[in-house]
């Protein structure tokens, strides 16, 4: 998996630049401060919260520096707050093996820990509203359209906001210096707490991943050691 560090080739630069500034969209005004943002907060960590372990199946796609590979991927979840994610190419050969724990994102030496999202927005791409400990919960806004947003900030000063319509998390983004460098996007079903399609990009590596669910499933407890994937 070199390609997966290679630097971006001069001639993908423009267009991605380009695809980059798309990403964000036209960003909706506020339209006033929200009632509650702890209570807001709190349902949402409710209605989200893992509790029977389950089985999801994805296809998943990677675009880095105009490099494109393919596969299917598993995702295990198990309450409180766990996830084992494996994602594999066509051949069965194994690309990335990763568990969440809480916030700790174990993975074995050596693996491309840069294609995944920090552990509060994989948590968001598996559909668990989960920010991080260490973030401050700053104020919700409501937003044109009907849509809230909470603002969180981190201890280095980056900022974590969540957009939510209909009482479902629809994106999470990092904010650096008032910009967005990392988002996830989430497409989400009624039918489902768990999302349909999910795309991670990370705008500073120029690198997207993309999720896209095939199945669920609920299953029994899973063995302990599988949250130990260095071994």
């Not at 296809?59 to 198990?78: S, T």
Request: net charge positive; hydrophobic share 35%.
């Amino acid at each position: 998996m070199r390609f997966l560090r290679r630097s971006i080739p001069g001639f993908f630069l423009p267009a991605l630049l380009l695809a980059t500034a798309g990403c964000t969209g036209h960003r909706p005004a506020v339209v006033g401060p929200a009632i509650d943002a702890q209570r807001t907060a709190l349902d949402l960590e409710d209605q989200t919260r893992l509790r029977r372990p389950s089985r999801i199946v994805f296809q998943w796609e990677l675009n880095e520096g105009g490099v494109r590979i393919h596969g299917r991927g598993v995702a295990r979840l198990e309450n409180p707050y766990r996830a084992r994610l494996d994602l594999f190419l066509g051949n069965g050969e194994t690309v990335v093996r990763a568990a969440l724990v809480g916030e700790d994102l174990r993975l074995p030496p050596g693996a491309p820990r840069d294609i995944l999202p920090p552990p509060d927005l994989m948590w968001g791409a598996l559909g668990v509203f989960r920010p991080e400990q260490g973030s401050k919960l700053m104020g919700a806004d409501r937003l044109e359209g009907g849509a809230l947003r909470l603002r969180y900030l981190y201890p280095n000063g980056k900022q974590l906001r969540y957009r939510i319509e209909n009482g479902r998390v629809q994106t999470l983004e990092i904010l650096d210096g008032g910009h967005t460098t990392q988002q996830v996007r989430l497409t989400v079903s009624g039918d489902s707490r768990y999302p349909v399609e999910a795309t991670y990009r990370n705008m500073k590596a120029f690198r997207e991943l993309k999720l896209k669910r095939e199945s669920v499933e609920q299953v029994g407890p899973y063995p302990p050691e599988i949250w130990n994937p260095v071994r």
